[in-house]
């Protein structure tokens, strides 16, 4: 996603900011920035695009100063552009700010500031905080970010330069990473250590709620309470590739382990949190859409497409609206019979991460071409898919670089929850308050999904254990078996172990013959009215020689030395997301044993542009 550099030393810093930029770019982003402290406030230099861009805009004389902020944004509110872009400024331009993260109340925030007169000139959630530090400047920025931090909610890591302190960087973090670089002399902030290991290996991680204040001759820390905190540096080791991937050994691990972070991410930008109400401003329907609405229609391919089946469970479920999922490639050369009725009754919805995928924008063309009103989910802002539907809603995963798709799913599910949910309110299905309680149970998703990820270690010794395994069979029923459609591709195309998922009461009419003592048969069964229907299922293949693992809910009549990778105290339809959790873990261990090549699987492309 978004990456910040920030230095503060006794040397011209413009040429370090962009060099720290550009070991960030692996990340993704659409317009970069720098701003510079002189002695006559900031240079300020953006561009849209690549960092080129920046380098060619800024020319030969780089501004002089010897204390800084950088950030490669990759847009959220406001689209790519100059006005959007970092460093933000206070309308004195007294104070600079670069921010990963996302401001929830800055609309709130926003409408207060300018009932007080302070105008705004971006579009984005950052330039709330600059506008704060600004009204609010005490005349020292350390106390003016005591007072201003506890107005915001949301998350953030902030980069603060403050004119009238030329010589001091200020810094702050809240849920988003951010690290303090130790060097001789000259100190650092960065997003992550990529853009720091070529200066210094000495790094302090902030945690929640510390402001840094840095100088040349060193780093303090304090806590909220403004009190000095004592933050121990770590020594990083990795090379600079290692590096990119924050030290995990592979993006796939790194993005799978970035979920609940996704998920917090997209979450906040669809829902206030603290009120429990969907941000109605965010969302495609309005009442009297949702209740002309007969049937949607979603088109995708891979992974997003079983997050589209997913999406038709949900919609079906709890909005009560007729839902279809469809393969994208058949979909553009299908027959499509619309139900009737007003232009709101048919509306089509692609999902995609990259927003490029060739089969699911013909599949919109297609759609568009009908008549329909066209929604996408996009990950990728400005993506063609994206740019072509009537209305997009953004997943806000970050950058996904791994060629197996992982948190982007997890973000496309999420969304279809909300919208469910949103459609299931307008069309009178649940009331106010029974949304609230859905929500809440959403905001309590991001510590689940945490709490499977703290049991990896489990998954890799099962995976340890299971090397030699042959062939994979994923049972589930009703959104069990999307679960099991995921899991299977996602074996498949990381470890390129034989991998096939079944509705759990198909298999004993055909390939239950395939089944004998290699075979491991993977049950997902969360959902609890049909609990007892899996486990009957799983008793027969264990009958029939095969070894179990249980992805779900135990309770009686769990077949016996059976493992078990528990799914419980969460909503049946949150449930399928943790199983996923596990199924993407047991991939991508399941991989590393077998020395395969994760990130770059063979005969596979991340962004698939071709029929
Ligand atoms: C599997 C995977 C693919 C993609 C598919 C669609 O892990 O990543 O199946 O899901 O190629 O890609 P997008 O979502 O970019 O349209």
Redesign the pocket.
């Known amino acids: 996603m978004c990456g910040i550099i920030g230095f503060t030393g006794a040397r011209d810093c413009a040429e370090l900011l962009i060099r720290g930029l550009e070991q960030l770019e692996y990340r993704g982003y659409d317009s970069a920035g720098i701003a510079v402290a002189g002695a006559d406030g900031f240079a300020v230099c953006k561009a849209v695009g690549r960092i080129a861009n920046l380098r060619e805009k800024l020319g030969a004389a780089l501004p002089a100063g010897h204390t800084g902020i950088g950030h490669t944004r990759w847009a959220t509110h406001g689209r790519p552009s100059e006005e959007n872009c970092h460093p933000h400024l206070d309308e004195k331009g007294r104070v600079a700010v670069v921010h990963n993260g996302i401001i929830e109340n800055y609309l709130a925030l926003k409408a207060r500031l300018e009932e007080a007169g302070v105008r705004f000139s971006s579009e984005t959630d950052t330039e709330v905080v600059a506008q704060l530090l600004g009204y609010y400047y005490t005349g020292d920025m350390k106390q003016t970010l005591l007072k201003v931090l506890p107005m915001l909610e949301g998350s953030f890591a902030l980069g603060v330069l403050d004119a009238n302190a030329p010589d001091a960087l200020y810094c702050a973090r809240r849920h988003s990473p951010l690290l303090v670089g130790l060097g001789r002399g000259e100190q650092y902030i960065a997003s992550d250590a990529a853009a720091l290991i070529e200066h210094t290996r000495e790094m302090i991680t902030l945690e929640d709620g510390d402001i840094g204040v840095l100088t040349a001759a060193g780093a303090a820390i304090y806590g909220p309470d403004g009190a000095p905190r004592a933050r121990a540096p770590m020594h990083v080791s990795w090379d600079a590739g290692a590096a990119r991937k924050n030290g995990y050994p592979h993006f796939m691990l790194k993005e799978i382990c970035e979920q609940p972070q996704a998920l917090r991410d997209t979450l906040a930008h669809y829902v206030d949190l603290e009120r429990l109400e969907i941000r109605r401003e965010q969302m495609p329907f309005d009442r009297q859409q949702a209740l002309a609405l007969k049937e949607l229609t979603i088109a995708?391919?891979?992974?997003?497409y079983h997050a589209g089946m997913m999406g038709r469970a949900l919609l079906e479920n709890i909005a009560g609206v007729r839902a279809r999922a469809e393969i994208a490639s058949e979909y553009r050369y299908g027959p499509v019979i619309l139900p009737g009725g007003g232009p709101d009754s048919a509306v089509f919805l692609a999902v995609?991460?990259?927003g490029?995928?060739a089969d699911?924008l013909a599949a919109l063309r297609r759609a568009k071409g009908l008549g329909m009103r066209a929604i996408a989910f996009s990950n990728v802002i400005g993506a063609s898919i994206a740019r072509e539907a009537d209305t997009v809603m953004y997943t806000l995963a970050g950058p996904e670089i791994a060629?197996?798709?992982t948190k982007?799913y997890l973000t496309q599910v999420l969304l279809f929850e909300i919208l469910a949910l949103d459609l299931a309110h307008l069309r009178g299905r649940i009331t106010g308050e029974a949304l609230k309680q859905r929500l809440a149970q959403l905001a309590a998703l991001p510590g689940q999904a945490q709490a499977v990820l703290n049991r990896k270690e489990m998954v890799l010794n099962f995976a340890k254990r299971n090397r030699a395994c042959r062939d994979v069979f994923f049972i589930g029923r009703l959104t069990d078996y999307t679960t099991s459609l995921e899991a299977a591709?996602?074996l498949k195309?990381v470890s390129y172990l034989h991998s096939e998922a079944y509705a759990a009461g198909e298999l004993k009419h055909g390939t239950i013959a395939l089944i004998d003592e290699e075979t491991l048969v993977a049950a997902i069964a969360t959902q609890p009215e049909i609990l007892q229907k899996t486990y009957a299922n799983m008793q027969e293949v264990k009958a029939r020689g095969a070894y179990l693992l249980l992805i779900g809910t135990p309770g009686a009549n769990l077949p016996e030395d059976c493992e078990v990778w528990p799914v419980e105290g969460v909503h049946p339809t949150l449930a399928p997301l943790l199983a996923t959790i596990y199924a993407q873990l047991l991939a991508y261990y399941t991989a590393l044993m077998h020395g395969c090549d994760i990130d770059k699987p063979r005969n596979l492309a991340k962004?698939?542009t071709v029929e």
């Open positions: 995708a391919c891979g992974t997003a995609s991460q990259s490029e995928t699911t060629v197996a798709s982007a591709l996602k195309e962004s698939v």
